[in-house]
């Protein structure tokens, strides 16, 4: 296996710790959806609103840097992040 699939291989596995987070998070919004009124939220309910957003957030990073480097290892050009989302 080469270096650039080993490191595939490991944000592969960092994704999936990730998703679980985000997943655990996205389970306690469904409790407070749908939102009718942000104003009548509680502190608990906006912490569980914050932490989704964070959650996502930070998962998008690394998902969109392993996308890409799925797209080289497969020699697909990358210059534009829309042909990786196509090969995607």
């Known amino acids: ?3 650039h699939l080993r490191l595939i291989a ?8 990730m998703r679980g987070y985000l997943a ?3 389970e306690r919004c469904q409790a407070i959806f749908p ?5 009548s939220l509680g502190f ?3 912490e569980i609103l914050a932490a989704f957003r964070v959650r996502f ?14 797209a080289i ?3 697909i050009s990358v210059e534009r992040f829309g042909s990786v989302l196509a090969f995607m």
Not at 10 to 17: A, E, G, I, P, T
Not at 35 to 39: H, L
């Open 1 to 3: 296996m080469t270096e």
């Open 10 to 17: 490991r944000q592969l596995d960092h994704l999936q710790r």
């Open 24 to 26: 655990y998070s996205a």
């Open 35 to 39: 939102v009718t009124n942000g104003q």
């Open 44 to 46: 608990e309910q906006h």
């Open 57 to 70: 957030n930070e998962f998008q990073e690394p998902l969109g840097k392993t996308m890409r480097a799925v």
């Open 73 to 75: 290892e497969e020699e």
